[in-house]
């Protein structure tokens, strides 16, 4: 006889227990193991959480170099079925080699599951035909658990899912993550119900109203934003630093539907502004997409929308000031050119309207679809097509956690009929469809990658453009860590094109993420290894530290509400000298509309007590040795950018905190 001795891992998280008897089968290319039942010293406690419990499992010969393990728990005479989360299981040989075997899945049921040994394998690797027959069973169990949706034509599909709970287990929400998630959008309206304030469909008849109502929730920077929101520097650092930071773009000729002239604006130091144009000084944000969306009827009233265009100017001093502003994309006479020359009103509305169009874009463009909706695709296609054995689901699978669950919550408690983005917001309803398939359609490959979208936009020397900065030393670090697994693995541009499993992965992304157009230049195969290195590094780019920069600070920037209408319901001025502050405060969204906006952002904002920074894997999905080697110098390297970004911080009269990697969850989780 010889003895394996087997190490069972239980997770730490709430509800990991089982009291069921546990079962395990160990299968090797010379034989297998009889089925045993795990039973120790620790009897009932052998596989409570946290557990680290071993076992020996003896057979008659050795079996060889392991290949699998099948489990399996069958519950107790009286006693009920539970669910059981392992982690991990290590089998040592009698010829003392050690066998990793990841788990990181729920078992609810009496079902046996394999799991195959750690080692990444590709398809044209595998070439056992246990293994073989191990992962085609894998794949064909996940195609069906993981099924394609289409929610609304013409943008991303999703996954296939009647409600949360019809989710596989292993992407569903922990208890931790559920409770804190039903808690704090519990509580957004709780203290605003409290003041009887959510019904209420009353105007603001003043700022000291809305400041009531913002003091319940404050943050440092929305507190900044409050003070500082009518201010013309601060109102051209948002498009550096806000939440809609990949807008603005260099601008070397106006475009004709935006007719300036030198003699129309007065720019910083004596400058003109063809001279200024072709320094590179001059800067445009325009709102196109938007023009002539359906807006939606809030209250019973009519609401509003511009599509503008808002032209910058860098001054000597490097601050981004606006100069002009047009809120609609056709020029006419009712609809003047503003500028910061006009009467405090004008000029103040001008630029409110301004903040409220880039509310919509980005909610709807920047954050739902260009960070969610993309993450799903990426999310649902990787587990439909690559076993838990391949090294891009090793790599991957950490940047989907909670994903498909957060993203099913979205469609189904903001932008469904009865959501708050549908109900609240100018777009909302047939105007966000339309907006959304407006902005897949403009979507690029590059503009996804961010060294490119950089240059694409004529953005590199602008200073004070932290997002920028802070991003594009993230993309090289993350591409020297994508580099490095994955040249570990393939060795030559042919392995990358024989391997099929990788193949369909690529063209599942192209057909349900980006609806087959080739306009978009996303890859529809990879043919060499760095085309395989660029996708990767822009998938989990995106959903760790896009998704941050465009997440994280809504509430900060769209809290004191002023600052980021959701929403508006007079239509901007068709002459100047008429606007005053009653004129503002008519415009400004109601009440209610206020509430429910910043309830939303305060929800969204909130990060969970079980949050993964981008870098850290508390699933150790890679058992190789320089695999692990190079995770670690990923982490230093992430660590040494996140003490640089703190020290860069404390000189910076607003810290840009969003692309920290300690504050970067490795996932689209919120």
């Known amino acids: 006889m010889v003895d394996y001795k087997v190490t069972v891992f239980t997770a730490s998280n709430v509800a990991s227990t089982t009291f069921n008897n546990v079962f395990i089968k160990l299968v090797g290319t010379d034989g297998e193991s009889e089925r045993k039942w795990l039973v120790s010293v620790k009897g009932a406690a052998s596989f409570i959480r946290g557990a680290v419990s071993s076992f020996t499992v003896s057979c008659p010969a050795s079996i060889g170099e392991l290949l699998l393990i099948e489990l399996d728990k069958q519950p107790l005479l009286l006693f009920p079925e539970d669910s059981w989360f392992p982690t991990k299981v290590e089998v040592e040989s009698p010829e003392g080699d050690t066998y990793n075997f990841p788990i990181y899945r729920w078992i609810t049921d009496r079902e046996v599951y394999r799991f195959k040994e750690g080692k990444a394998l590709r398809v044209f690797e595998d070439n056992h035909h246990l293994g073989k027959n191990s992962r085609q069973q894998e794949l064909k169990q996940r195609e069906e658990d993981y099924r394609w949706h289409v929610y609304v034509k013409g943008i991303p599909h999703c996954m296939k899912a009647e409600n ?42 003043d700022f000291d109203g809305i400041d009531r109502v913002f003091c319940c929730k404050k943050t440092d920077i929305s ?177 989907t956690r909670y994903t498909l669950q957060i993203n099913h919550l979205a469609r189904l408690l903001l932008i469904s009929e009865t959501g708050s983005f549908t109900l609240f917001t100018a777009s909302g309803g047939e105007g966000m469809i339309t907006l959304l398939r407006r902005s897949l359609s403009a979507i690029t490959y590059s503009s996804l990658c961010i060294p490119e979208d950089i240059i694409e936009r004529g953005v590199e020397a602008v200073p004070n453009y932290y997002y920028r900065d802070d991003g594009l030393k993230l993309w090289d670090i993350i591409h020297r860590f994508v580099s490095g697994i994955l040249c ?73 509400m002023p600052n980021t209408p959701t929403s508006l319901q007079l239509p901007p001025p068709t002459t100047k000298g008429t606007s005053n502050e009653a004129t503002l405060l008519n415009t400004l969204p109601d009440v209610n509309v206020t509430v429910q906006g910043m309830a939303t952002m305060w929800l969204l904002s909130q990060q969970s007590s079980d949050f993964v920074p981008l870098g850290k894997y508390p699933e150790e999905h890679f058992t190789e040795e320089i695999p692990r080697e190079i995770i670690k110098h990923f982490q230093g390297e992430l660590q040494a950018l996140s003490g640089a970004i703190k020290a860069r911080n404390k000189r910076l009269e607003v810290p840009y905190t969003y692309m920290d990697p300690e504050d970067v969850e490795n996932s689209v989780a919120i």
Not at 323 to 337: F, G, R, V
Not at 545 to 550: F, I, K, R, W, Y
């Open 488 to 560: 570990h693995y393939y060795k030559s541009d042919d392995e990358v094109q024989q391997d099929s499993e990788l193949q369909k992965w690529i063209l599942d992304i192209f057909e349900h993420g980006f609806l087959s157009r080739a306009s978009s230049g996303i890859p529809q195969r990879f043919t060499c290894v760095s085309e395989l290195i660029k996708f990767v590094t822009m998938a989990i780019f995106t959903c760790s530290c896009q998704h941050s920069a465009v997440n994280g600070g809504q509430y900060d920037y769209g809290g004191w």
């Open 164 to 205: 949360p709970l019809s989710l596989p287990c292993e992407v569903r929400f922990s208890f931790t993550k559920t409770t804190e998630f039903l808690y704090n959008s519990s509580t957004g309206l709780t203290e605003l119900k409290l003041k009887g304030l959510d019904d209420c469909k009353e105007k603001w008849t």
């Open 223 to 399: 507190d900044y934003v409050q003070e500082h929101w009518r201010e013309d520097a601060f109102f051209g650092y948002q498009f550096l630093n806000g939440v809609n930071p990949i807008l603005i773009q260099r601008c070397t000729a106006l475009p004709t539907n935006f007719p300036v002239t030198d003699d129309m604006v007065s720019l910083h130091g004596q400058c003109n502004l063809t001279e200024e144009m072709k320094k590179g000084n001059i800067f445009l944000c325009d709102y196109n997409r938007l023009d002539g969306l359906k807006t939606n009827v809030i209250n019973e009233k009519k609401q509003y929308l511009m599509a503008p265009l808002v032209l910058l100017h860098k001054t000597p001093d490097d601050k981004l000031m606006p100069i002009a502003i047009q809120l609609k994309q056709t020029s006419s006479d009712d609809n003047p050119i503003f500028f910061p020359t006009d009467s405090e009103y004008d000029w103040l509305l001008a630029k409110t309207f301004v903040r409220s169009a880039d509310f919509q874009e980005h909610q709807l463009n920047v954050h739902l679809l260009r960070t969610h909706l993309l993450a799903e695709a990426f999310a649902v296609s990787l587990l439909r097509n690559f076993p838990m054995v391949h090294p891009i689901y090793k790599l991957v699978v950490p940047h």
